[in-house]
């Protein structure tokens, strides 16, 4: 803990860099906790789901389903299908995490995008460990306090449509894979072919099945990637 203490004292721009993605997370998660009570669900929904699942993508999208009538088969496939990329990213820092249980299983559950690329940025690893756990902790903390904010600031809201709430699911979805998108030109034609599946579908099946079947734009991507093509 002393040693991890003094990288992280040493090491403002870690700090800098946590507290930018921590507030970006906060600001999301405020948007999540509103947007879930308002558009229908218990406050406890939200709260107990960034807890245990703490993942904003799924978090998003299995919300986003059941709002727009889908069932909860659905919506945690397809969640589960989202964060299946977290087991790879879990062996990239598995000697990071620590050797005791406990240390294994929450720093298990802090794997995420951003902890892996805090960690992974680092040139030692002692440094990769503390920015791991630095900023996983901190996003952890502030994620799930301004989900409960945005939750209980929700039951004031009515209706999400008057606000314009409703739009924040497409707008973070899309935020998320917009800059993979532009590099790309793999994910994009998956991405085109995926999003061209879900449209067809969409008049025909129930909520949430366009996006399981959108899956299938993954064939457009073909079975030979370079490590630049990694999702």
């Known amino acids: 803990m002393r040693s991890a203490q003094r990288t992280y004292s040493a090491d ?41 699942v703490y993942a904003g993508s799924a978090q998003f999208t299995a919300v986003g389903i059941l709002l727009a009538g889908g069932g909860p088969v659905a919506a945690a496939a397809t969640g589960l299908l989202l964060n299946a990329r977290t087991a790879a990213f879990s062996l990239a820092v598995a000697d990071l ?21 805090f960690a992974l940025a680092q040139s030692d690893p002692a440094r990769r460990r503390t920015a791991f756990w630095v900023s996983g902790v901190g996003l952890f903390a502030v994620w799930n306090t301004a989900v409960l904010a945005g939750a209980l600031a929700g039951r004031a ?18 935020a998320l894979v917009l800059p993979t998108l532009r590099e790309n030109p793999a994910v994009r034609r998956a991405a085109l072919l995926g999003a061209a599946l879900a449209l067809a579908v969409t008049p025909y099946v129930p909520a949430g099945v366009p996006v399981l079947l959108a899956l299938a734009g993954l064939l457009a991507r073909g079975p030979h990637h370079g490590r630049g093509d990694a999702a």
């Open 12 to 52: 403002p721009e870690l700090l800098r860099d946590v507290s930018l993605v921590c507030l970006a997370g906060g600001i999301v998660g405020v948007s999540f906790g509103a947007i879930a009570v308002a558009g229908g669900l218990p406050v406890w929904v939200p709260v107990v789901m960034s807890l245990l």
């Open 97 to 117: 995490i620590g050797g005791g249980r406990a240390a294994r299983l929450l720093g298990a559950h802090l794997v995420t995008d951003e902890t892996v690329a």
């Open 157 to 174: 809201l009515g209706d999400t449509a008057v606000y314009g709430l409703d739009a924040a699911f497409p707008a973070v979805l899309t």
